[in-house]
Every structure is written in structure tokens, then in C-alpha cells.
């Protein structure tokens, strides 16, 4: 398992190394990663039963980081805006349904995966076209998965406490605190291009180290409940693609108006 998990490593960072440097590829690349995470969303709920429009979610997701690439935005809330249009027509879509049970699950976990996954990971795009994004990008990047790294590496070996057994046996205290300990050194090996000291630097990696392991730990209770080991299997070793980007779920939006207040 390790094995497989370091080749599938190398193996994303030698195409993320390729993509980054131009400011639309990299954008391309996140939203492949957004509709392969939301098919495996979907496809969690479908197997807990639940019924839901999945390729009219996977469509409408994959505009919303489409629209940031080709920066079609033509008004501020231009991601809300869509969100509701989509909300409109999936109500309309129940209306050809035969049966009225089960329209509000349906209508609220396919609105639930758009937002959950297409717009916050949409962030990362945004992150990318900011001043310095390439910087920043690979910023947030290094911090939020040094933060897996540690806890995978410590909390293998040496986890003996529980953190949250009922929603991740496998989890541990001693791999969470090692976590945060891996994003922060990340954040100050870093901090060149967050333009910050020692001290405020290893604060920023603290906390955007708890909202990386906040982020995992969602998905990991949404897996519980769906009662899947992993979101897919598209990454050897890893799992699926959700399982790897769920740590960023939460880091990529609070890390752009993070940032967007500092470079104001």
C-alpha cells in the first residue's frame, strides 16, 4: 500500500509540475479533478440509495471552474447565481417524476455535492489567477498535504489514541498533532511568498492545518454514513480522487479570501 502510494504520488506531482506554470492548464487540471470528485460523490450517494440527477450535477459542476478559467463572470456572485439557476431547474426536473417521495433528499444532496465540492474546489483556480498564484497555489498545496503526509506517516507508526473512532477508526491524536506540525513547518518553508515572519507564518499553517484535517474528516463521515471504504479507485494507494483532494475542500476557499485580504 505504501508502494503504491508513493508511485501514485510522483506520478501527480510530475503532471501538476507539468500544468503549472501556465496559469489555464492548471485551471483545466483542477476542474478534471472536480468532475471525477463529483462522480464519485454521486456515486457514494447512489449506493446509500439515494436518487439524484448525477450527470445533470456532474454538468452543472464542471461549469462553475470552466467559468473561472475562461473568466466568464458576469456578475460578482456570479458562482451563487448559477447555484440558484441549478436549484430552479432541478426543482422543474421533479416535476416529471411520477412520485413525490424523496424530492427534498434529492433536490438538497445534489445541490449539496455542487457546492461541496465543485465550488469550494473552484477556489484553487481562483488562487492560481491571483497575483503570485503560482507561488500561492503551490503554497496551499504544500501545506495542506505536508499536514496528510505527517499525519499518515506519524499516525501509522506511533498513533495510539483515537481521534474521532466513530467516524475514522484509524485516525489518531499523536498523527493529527503531527499534521499540524508538518503544515506548519510548511507554511514557514513558505512564507517567502506569503510575506510574513516566522512566528505569523507558522500561525497561518496551524490554522489552515486543522481546516485540511476538518476537510478530511468531513468526507470521511460522509464515506461512514454512505458506509464506503474510499470515494473511489481511480489512485492506487490513495483511493479515489475525492479522497485525496478532501483535505482541500475547506483550505482552497478560506486560503483565497485569505489571501485576497492580505493583498488588498
Same mark, same amino acid.
Given at each position: 500500500m505504501l508502494?503504491?502510494?508513493?508511485?501514485t504520488?510522483i506520478?501527480?506531482?510530475?503532471?501538476m509540475?507539468?500544468?503549472?506554470?501556465?496559469?489555464?492548464l492548471?485551471?483545466?487540471?483542477?476542474?478534471?479533478?472536480?468532475?471525477f470528485g463529483l462522480y464519485?460523490?454521486?456515486?457514494?450517494?447512489e449506493k446509500k440509495?439515494i436518487?439524484i440527477y448525477?450527470?445533470?450535477?456532474?454538468g452543472m459542476?464542471? &461549469?462553475?471552474?470552466l /467559468?473561472?478559467?475562461?473568466r466568464? !463572470?458576469?456578475?460578482r456572485?456570479?458562482? +451563487?447565481?448559477?447555484i440558484v439557476? #441549478?436549484?430552479?431547474?432541478l426543482?422543474?426536473?421533479?416535476?416529471?417524476?411520477r412520485e413525490?417521495?424523496?424530492v427534498?433528499?434529492?433536490?438538497s444532496?445534489?445541490?449539496?455535492?455542487?457546492l461541496y465540492v465543485?465550488?469550494?474546489?473552484?477556489?484553487l483556480?481562483?488562487?492560481?489567477?491571483?497575483s503570485g498564484?503560482?507561488?500561492?497555489?503551490?503554497?496551499?498545496?504544500l501545506?495542506t498535504?505536508s499536514?496528510d503526509?505527517g499525519?499518515y506517516?506519524?499516525g501509522?507508526?506511533?498513533?495510539k489514541?483515537?481521534? &474521532?473512532?466513530?467516524? /475514522?477508526?484509524?485516525?489518531?491524536? !499523536?498523527?493529527s498533532?503531527a499534521?499540524? +506540525?508538518?503544515?506548519m513547518?510548511? #507554511?514557514?518553508?513558505?512564507?517567502?511568498?506569503l510575506k510574513?515572519?516566522y512566528l505569523?507564518?507558522?500561525?497561518?499553517g496551524?490554522?489552515?492545518?486543522i481546516l485540511a484535517q476538518l476537510?478530511?474528516l468531513?468526507?470521511s463521515?460522509?464515506?461512514?454514513d454512505?458506509?464506503?471504504?474510499d470515494s473511489g479507485?481511480?489512485?492506487p494507494g490513495?483511493g479515489g480522487?475525492?479522497?485525496l483532494?478532501?483535505?482541500l475542500?475547506?483550505?482552497?476557499?478560506a486560503f483565497?479570501?485569505y489571501?485576497n485580504?492580505?493583498?488588498?
Amino acid at each position: 500500500m505504501l508502494l503504491k502510494r508513493i508511485i501514485t504520488s510522483i506520478v501527480l506531482i510530475a503532471v501538476m509540475s507539468g500544468v503549472l506554470a501556465l496559469d489555464w492548464l492548471c485551471g483545466i487540471m483542477v476542474t478534471a479533478f472536480i468532475v471525477f470528485g463529483l462522480y464519485e460523490f454521486f456515486n457514494m450517494l447512489e449506493k446509500k440509495g439515494i436518487r439524484i440527477y448525477k450527470y445533470f450535477g456532474i454538468g452543472m459542476g464542471a &461549469i462553475i471552474p470552466l /467559468s473561472i478559467v475562461f473568466r466568464f !463572470e458576469p456578475t460578482r456572485s456570479w458562482e +451563487l447565481l448559477f447555484i440558484v439557476t #441549478a436549484l430552479l431547474f432541478l426543482i422543474l426536473m421533479q416535476f416529471r417524476r411520477r412520485e413525490s417521495s424523496g424530492v427534498v433528499v434529492s433536490i438538497s444532496t445534489t445541490i449539496f455535492g455542487i457546492l461541496y465540492v465543485s465550488w469550494f474546489l473552484s477556489f484553487l483556480i481562483k488562487i492560481r489567477y491571483l497575483s503570485g498564484g503560482l507561488g500561492l497555489f503551490s503554497t496551499v498545496i504544500l501545506i495542506t498535504k505536508s499536514g496528510d503526509i505527517g499525519a499518515y506517516l506519524v499516525g501509522s507508526r506511533f498513533g495510539k489514541t483515537p481521534l &474521532i473512532p466513530r467516524i /475514522s477508526p484509524n485516525k489518531s491524536i !499523536e498523527g493529527s498533532a503531527a499534521g499540524l +506540525l508538518f503544515s506548519m513547518a510548511a #507554511a514557514v518553508a513558505c512564507r517567502g511568498f506569503l510575506k510574513l515572519p516566522y512566528l505569523q507564518a507558522s500561525l497561518v499553517g496551524f490554522l489552515f492545518g486543522i481546516l485540511a484535517q476538518l476537510g478530511d474528516l468531513s468526507e470521511s463521515l460522509i464515506k461512514r454514513d454512505c458506509q464506503v471504504k474510499d470515494s473511489g479507485r481511480l489512485l492506487p494507494g490513495m483511493g479515489g480522487v475525492l479522497d485525496l483532494a478532501d483535505s482541500l475542500i475547506f483550505t482552497a476557499p478560506a486560503f483565497y479570501f485569505y489571501m485576497n485580504f492580505i493583498l488588498r
